[in-house]
């Protein structure tokens, strides 16, 4: 756009400045965190601290198993997103669906009561979201920590808008071929909104990746932590070995990190979308 | 028409199917969202142990308890004071950020992508990362200040200090997104609003105050409001950081209630009681904001 052009060299240059230093200030500590993941026990606690490695080591990946359970950690990191994320595509494309493009009876109300849970904060309901799981004896079980999370009413938004979008010919279409609903949903109308999909994937498996708070509550077994859970308690427990907690660190970053590097977009578009529609 | 036919046509095949398509949702939400808002308004009228083995009712009792609990006071004024800190700073700061970074040049895309980036760390990896940064004795930020001839601060154990460490990590996890989320308010922009003020001789904060700012309006109050219910419920920074410490200078309202539901208590019925009067301010701040962002639309 020309209105970029018309500015002097000049008055560009402290602009440019601030947003470098917001920049810096983003990726400096995270690529001191990757760094000194590879630096001895010593040179970590050393003064005055280096940032890039004096001595390179892969120790702290040699033994971090042997102080954190990592290996079991990063399982039911896994297990709690994917599990969190196949079954929300599944429940909350359905539901989108349904509110965009059938009518029924009741659908008011139920979207309304749908689009009301968006309004309670998980953290103002945890005691009592606690105890449901407890009563229902999903307590330190992959379906406790699961089942809660896969239901979200912005995804529902989110789908129901995409799913608005698709031009009922289609629809009518298909319905003369003879297709039921649910082949109309899975051939016809699911292919349409694919980009709405894999925001909701990106968001949903990031989302529960770094979910602290949740786990905390419903995974407290060491056989059940989580990543996010697993190094919080290790790192409060043991604050004095920071090499492992920087290599366990590096480890729960990278899925994500490749995540984004690939999805980017996906992310944007997921954030933006669920939020300013709603 | 007798009820059995009114229900028959009720479920003619689209709409029979339709209730499979939205149970699951509604099942789910029902069972791990409606449940518990309801379940906690019971419990904060009960006195309850953590697995509900005892569990007797004690009308507001809980709720008189709390108004005369200084800790629970002192969390109120913790996160008010953090909402305070932040909130603002993510509403304007954010706002003028991604003004800057709007246009689609691969420079700006890049600044964009770089703002966004903290999205893939959990508050685990923040609290390990700023933690050792800040870190009296080897931190970087201690470093730095010894280069300008300054003395140690002991960020995170301070009483002066740690109340803006955890406003400033919680704002450096967050930034971002709201930045992102002006940039494609502002790309929305009418472009001949631009060329007018041009025209007039406006230029770049001129076009940015008479012409950005207003028009991006309703997304400015969509941001307030998201991040006040955000920070208002803020915990698992302060849970990584200072663990609400020290004394209790940044024990916020919802690491309050952990520590006595879950921690420490297995007091479920004096931490339901606290999490409905912060129920009660979420709401409020949120319908109040809602209803002026809804004007500006």
Redesign the interface.
């Known amino acids: ?1 020309d ?2 052009k ?2 002097p060299l000049w ?1 560009a240059i402290p ?1 440019q400045a ?2 470098i230093v ?2 810096a ?3 400096l ?2 690529l ?2 990757v760094l ?1 993941a590879f630096k001895p026990e010593k040179e ?6 280096t ?1 890039w490695f004096r001595t390179f080591t892969l120790e702290h990946f040699a033994t971090v198993d042997k102080r954190i359970d990592i290996t079991r950690y990063l399982l039911n990191s896994v297990i709690f997103a994917c599990g969190t994320t196949s079954l929300a595509v ?3 494309s ?2 989108g ?3 965009a493009r ?4 009741g ?1 008011n109300f ?1 979207f309304l ?2 689009l009301a ?1 968006m ?14 799981v ?2 229902m004896g999903l307590y330190n079980t992959y379906l406790g920590l699961i ?2 999370r ?2 979200v ?1 912005a995804s ?1 938004f989110m789908m129901r808008a995409a799913f608005s979008g698709i031009p009922k010919e289609l629809e009518d279409a298909a319905r003369i071929d003879g297709l ?3 082949g109309i ?1 899975t051939r016809i109308m699911l292919p349409q909104v694919k980009s709405t999909l894999i925001c909701m994937v990106v968001l949903s498996i ?1 989302g529960s ?5 949740w786990p ?2 419903v995974a407290t077994d060491t056989k059940m932590r989580t ?3 697993g ?2 308690l290790f ?2 427990q043991h604050t004095i070995q ?1 090499g492992a ?2 290599a ?2 590096l480890i ?2 990278l899925p ?2 490749l ?2 590097l690939f999805g ?1 977009r996906y ?2 578009e997921g ?2 979308g669920s ?2 529609k709603a | 028409m007798t009820p059995v036919r009114r229900l028959l046509t ?1 479920l003619n ?3 029979r ?6 149970a ?3 099942l ?2 029902l ?7 309801i ?2 308004f019971g ?1 904060s009228l009960s006195s309850a142990s953590m ?2 083995d005892r569990i007797s009712f004690v009308g507001l009792e809980q709720f008189v308890r709390i108004l005369s609990d200084a800790r629970f006071l002192n969390s109120l004024k913790v996160t008010a004071i953090l909402t305070l800190l932040e909130v603002p700073l993510q509403a304007f700061g954010a706002m003028v ?1 991604g003004a ?2 709007a ?1 689609n ?1 691969f420079w700006n895309k890049t ?15 923040i ?7 800040l870190h009296s ?4 930020v201690t ?1 730095a200040l010894s280069l300008m001839g300054l003395g140690k601060i002991n960020f995170l154990n301070s009483a002066q200090t740690t109340i803006f460490v955890v406003s400033f990590l919680s704002l ?1 996890r967050s930034f ?2 709201s930045a ?2 002006y940039v ?2 502002v790309q929305q922009v009418n ?1 001949s609003l ?1 060329e007018a003020a ?1 025209l007039d001789g406006a230029g ?1 904060i001129r ?1 940015f105050l008479n012409v950005t700012a207003p028009s991006i309006r309703p ?1 400015f109050w ?1 941001i307030l409001m ?1 991040r006040f ?1 955000g920070s ?2 803020i ?2 920074i302060i ?2 950081t200072t ?1 609400g410490g020290p004394n209790f200078t940044t024990e916020s309202t ?1 690491a309050y ?2 520590a006595r ?2 921690a420490s208590g297995g007091d ?1 019925g004096y ?2 009681a606290m ?2 009067v ?2 009660a301010f ?2 409020l701040v ?1 319908v109040l904001l809602y209803r002026r962002m809804i004007r500006e639309d």
């Not at chain 1, 059938?102 to 009876?105: L, W, Y």
């Not at chain 1, 990746?209 to 708070?213: G, I, P």
């Not at chain 2, 069972?31 to 808002?37: D, E, I, V």
């Not at chain 2, 004795?137 to 970087?140: A, H, I, R, S």
């Open positions: 756009m209105r970029q018309k500015q008055a602009a601030l947003l917001l920049a200030l983003v990726l500590p995270l001191w965190l000194s970590i606690v050393s003064w005055p601290p940032f599944v429940v909350n359905l539901a669906y349904a509110y059938m009518q029924f009876k659908k139920l009561l749908t849970t309004m309670i904060p998980f953290q103002v309901i945890m005691v009592p979201s606690f105890l449901v407890y009563k089942l809660p896969v239901a009413a529902i039921h609903e649910f949903f990031n990746w770094n979910d602290l708070l905390m509550l990543l996010a859970n190094l919080a790192v409060g920071y907690a920087f366990g660190a729960s970053i994500m990190l995540l984004y980017q992310f944007v954030m933006v939020g300013l | 009720y095949p689209p709409s199917s339709a209730y499979f398509f939205v699951p949702s509604i789910l939400l069972a791990f969202n409606l449940t518990p808002l379940a906690s419990l697995t509900l950020i800057m970074v246009n040049s600044l964009r992508a770089v703002y966004f980036l903290p999205i893939i760390c959990s508050a685990t990896v609290g390990i990362m700023w933690r050792m940064i004795n080897v931190g970087f470093y450096w971002g997104v992102i989320i494609t308010a472009p631009y041009q770049r076009q997304t969509f998201t219910a208002l419920q915990f698992d849970y990584v663990g919802v209630v952990y539901a879950f479920m931490a339901s999490s409905m912060l129920f979420i709401m949120t």
